[in-house]
Nanobody, 118 residues
Framework: QVQLVESGGRLVQPGGSLRLSCAAS????????LGWYRQPPGKERELVAT???????YYADFVKGRFTVSRDSARSTVSLQMNSLRPDDTAAYYC????????????WGQGTQVTVSS
């Protein structure tokens, strides 16, 4: 059993900052990568950022230097630092962990809601 639990989502004003975290627990033998998707209300899920076990990062274009993805020393927790938040950043944010290269080797968190509004 593998569990991913996100935390940190809340209401924040435009221009504010927020840090999300996701902790993985359970039985797994390796971590290939960790990252974040988000899904705005009524829209499709979109990839936000990823970080590999070696520390290589990827960011979606809409981040525009505002977000930073990172890992803890144990490499089983992934964080997303979000700065200069905009109303269109409002979404449910989901972390994921990839443990292999097949389509079944990925696990998802339950989501945490981020709402950017004044």
């Amino acid at each position: 059993q593998v569990q991913l639990v996100e935390s940190g989502g809340r209401l924040v004003q435009p221009g504010g900052s927020l840090r999300l975290s996701c902790a993985a627990s359970g039985t797994f033998f390796s971590i290939i990568g960790l990252g974040w998707y988000r899904q705005p209300p009524g829209k499709e899920r979109e990839l936000v950022a990823t970080i590999s076990s070696g520390g290589t990062t990827y960011y979606a274009d809409f981040v525009k230097g505002r977000f930073t993805v990172s890992r803890d020393s144990a490499r089983s927790t992934v964080s997303l630092q979000m700065n200069s938040l905009r109303p269109d950043d409002t979404a449910a944010y989901y972390c994921f962990m990839r443990t292999g290269y097949t389509s079944g080797d990925v696990y998802w968190g339950q989501g945490t809601q981020v709402t950017v509004s004044s």
